[in-house]
């Protein structure tokens, strides 16, 4: 059974870090990539940040570029958001997704996701 289970959400004051995690298992995910969203509340979901599995290329939403950073450890299967910089509009329930195949624009709208996890709740404070 294929799972994808984050971790690392929490309550962190604006300006502060937090580093989320995305633990893939059930299957291989080399022709993969994968990636995060979030949705605040009453609000529509985000792209985030994507990673390709195979080939380490990045992509990133507009919110994420110049604070956040994707990376992934292959030998423990997960992948990583570090959030730097955080401001209360990042206040979102995060989730990670993969899709099949390179990065793409799919990842901007989040077509196209293979399978997706039940998410973690980040809260930022003033």
């Known amino acids: 059974q294929v799972q994808l289970v984050e971790s690392g959400g929490g309550l962190v004051q604006a300006g502060g870090s937090l580093r989320l995690s995305c633990a893939a298992s059930g299957r291989t995910f080399s022709s993969y990539a994968m990636g995060w969203f979030r949705q605040a509340p009453g609000k529509e979901r985000e792209f985030v940040a994507a990673i390709s599995w195979r080939t380490d290329n990045t992509y990133y939403g507009d919110s994420a570029k110049g604070r956040f950073a994707i990376f992934r450890d292959t030998y423990k299967n997960t992948v990583y958001l570090q959030m730097n910089s955080l401001k209360l509009e990042d206040t979102a329930l995060y989730y990670c997704?993969?899709?099949?195949?390179?990065?793409?624009?799919?990842?901007?709208?989040?077509?196209?996701?293979?399978?997706w996890g039940k998410g973690t709740l980040v809260t930022v404070s003033s």
């Open positions: 997704a993969a899709r099949p195949g390179l990065i793409s624009e799919a990842w901007k709208i989040g077509a196209g996701m293979e399978y």
